[in-house]
């Protein structure tokens, strides 16, 4: 049946991190490869109660039912007052729920990629945003968070398409763990004015700050500059999988009117609406316990992080080299010249057991081969320590 | 910033059936708008027990946590096996777990049409398919049941495109309640075969047979000739919306490997995966309680349905005529010609408090004007009987 499948189908391939995923239930595999939450740190009992609140006699009817394309109110009015503590003045009309960031960057692919044009990616970047876009049929450029390159450069490279966006994560980025400091977002802001296009900010990891100052979000700099949030290019897309809980599968945009009506025309059509019932859960748990959960969440991770970042200055051979990541769940390996990430895994699975992510999918060009991915958010500090000690034997010899 | 659109943007327009909805809830209005099941049937102790069991401290690090793209194991198990029980001989690798069943519609639109190509629907066919559909800039050809167009025909009026499926819902049509017979069944079957185009089967009220003799799915006749589900160009949509819960969002696609392949690519890519937490619970509500809790929703509707067509009988002037479903939801009117739904619903909201959906929205060529849709699942008899005695005084004069 593939001959009737549309062009898009071909550039919708298996990722290396599932591929990978299916390794990892081997015994005693010792795993830096997903993104994964500590399934340890989901406030589960608080969960508990708030299923079971919302299943109780006076709600049950509304948690069962269909339910609006923009999501449930209360948690719409909870994330606008989030967003508000973020510094990005909003209500609960500028805000629609998703199922999990990840739907987010397939609706903004849906909403404004026809084929050929172009989406302004980081080199590396996320493996899940490329996933979606590339469903939409988009060339991708290279946003440098420097910003070396110029609109005019941009605007040449897009040909017959229109540069449609910039995406990035400007928060200890997945994979690289890396910070657009704030010069580097108004840099990006400049850009996006220039090249009249809009700027996608993925918040997933905005929350997961250890040390170091916080830097407002994008959109916040943008209303800065504008007062006004419906004058504003920059979608913000938030998440509580690294918070609260992935399987939940509940995330939010906050944009521009004409965006987020655009956006609720699309998940109406695409999936009526994200389940009732997660949303006044994820609602109830947190209203009563986000501020009192964040930190111990932060605290946990800052300590792996810790661990990792310890275990890599005693372990890693001369050329390695790494990113110091101030919050998030991963540090970026760039590997010596010539090195093959996919190759040391490879070697690494087989000899110590050993799982990451090699870098070379994270490059829309096929580049980063050298480089690889770490996650420290699901492994104790001992675990961290080992591991990395038994990376290091591999690459040593 | 709407210029920066994607070109399907423009043919994403907002539902009229949504914007009715924000007039239910003026008091005292009778609703036969929405097609939404009564929630008083949610079997929601059922549902209070399968959460609470999935947040006990077994399955909690599961039940909260990211999971795999194809969807709960056991859940796509237990799918399996009902489709087994309905003709479909299948296993659980050949079930994707989605959305509801409109994510399927979204992905399959997504997965076959590139701009141009053409999809055979009904006139009229569910509001939500030409929803999903047209994000993909498809044309519409009407399909007719009955079989009147030849596949010539369809091929010469798809021009440069190609057909790539012909999407229906054989038991209890949205909007018309209607249903495909076998005959009509097989001419679809040799139609798509003579096509070479896929044929998407919507079995979203499968299960609501209130009287009649159940007529096997489309995919279990292609089954019976080919004897092989990986030869078959079937793709059949389940959702638990009608039966257990709409508000969870869990629905399946059963197809050959190669579909389900790429569905699960790009439900990867577009949102991971259907939260854990609620295909957990389907699944334990559907294993301890789906057989036995069907009868008393089937026998809830089956009284309305009759209460419904008593009362058209009672009150309908000379001139409307209706279809009488076997199942389903709907009862389809057609009014005299040059009658307006739309001017009906005005009128009847206005002066008689009762809420319709006008048929036009139904058909994609725009024609239609003169037919309405009832629903009569979420009405007890006695307000159904008010309600079209109102109706009746109303287009009476």
Not at 100 to 106: K, P, T, V
Not at 176 to 195: H, K, N, S
Not at 278 to 290: I, K, L, P, R
Not at 318 to 341: C, K, Q, S
Request: with cysteine; glycine share 10%; hydrophobic share 45%.
């Amino acid at each position: 049946m593939h001959q009737l499948f549309a062009t898009r189908a071909a550039r919708m391939k298996a990722s290396e991190i599932r591929e990978l995923l299916k390794l990892l239930d081997q015994p005693g595999i010792i795993s830096f490869a997903g993104g994964i939450p500590d399934p340890a740190l989901f406030p589960a009992e608080a969960f508990g109660q708030a299923f079971q609140q919302a299943l109780g006699a006076d709600s049950r009817a509304q948690a069962l039912q269909y339910s609006v394309s923009e999501g449930y109110m209360p948690l719409r009015e909870w994330i606008a007052g989030h967003m508000r503590q973020i510094g990005v003045d909003c209500g609960p009309d500028d805000v629609l729920i998703t199922s999990g960031s990840q739907q987010a960057l397939d609706y903004l692919g849906k909403l404004f990629l026809s084929p050929g044009d172009t989406a302004l990616v980081g080199w590396p970047t996320y493996l899940g945003a490329l996933a979606a876009f590339n469903a939409y049929e988009p060339r991708f450029d290279r946003l440098r968070a420097g910003g070396n390159a110029g609109a005019a450069q941009y605007r040449a490279a897009a040909g017959p398409g229109a540069v449609k966006y910039a995406y990035l994560s400007p928060d200890f980025a997945n994979p690289t763990g890396e910070t657009v400091d704030r010069q580097g977002r108004e840099a990006l802001l400049d850009l996006a004015e220039e090249l009249d296009c809009a700027l996608i900010e993925d918040g997933a990891y905005q929350a997961l700050r250890y040390d170091g100052q916080a830097i407002p979000p994008i959109l916040a700099l943008e209303l800065a500059r504008k007062g006004d949030l419906q004058a504003c290019r920059t979608i913000y897309c938030g998440s509580f999988s690294k918070t609260l809980s992935p399987g939940l599968r509940v995330g939010w945009v906050v944009a521009a009117r004409p965006v987020i009506a655009q956006l609720v025309l699309m998940k109406q059509a695409a999936d009526l609406h994200s389940a009732t019932i997660n949303q006044m859960a994820v609602h109830q748990v947190a209203q009563t316990c986000f501020d009192s959960h964040i930190p111990k969440v932060r605290a946990t991770y800052r300590a792996r992080r810790d661990a990792m970042l310890a275990a890599l200055e005693r372990h890693m051979p001369e050329g390695v080299h790494w990113t110091r990541p101030e919050g998030g769940m991963f540090i970026w390996l760039t590997l010596p010249p010539g090195a093959d990430g996919a190759q040391l895994l490879a070697r690494a699975l087989e000899t110590v057991k050993v799982a990451f992510v090699p870098g070379q999918a994270f490059h829309p060009d096929g580049s980063g081969a050298n480089t690889i991915r770490l996650s420290f958010s699901n492994s104790d500090e001992a675990t961290i320590a080992e591991g990395i000690a038994r990376l290091g034997a591999v690459l040593r010899g």
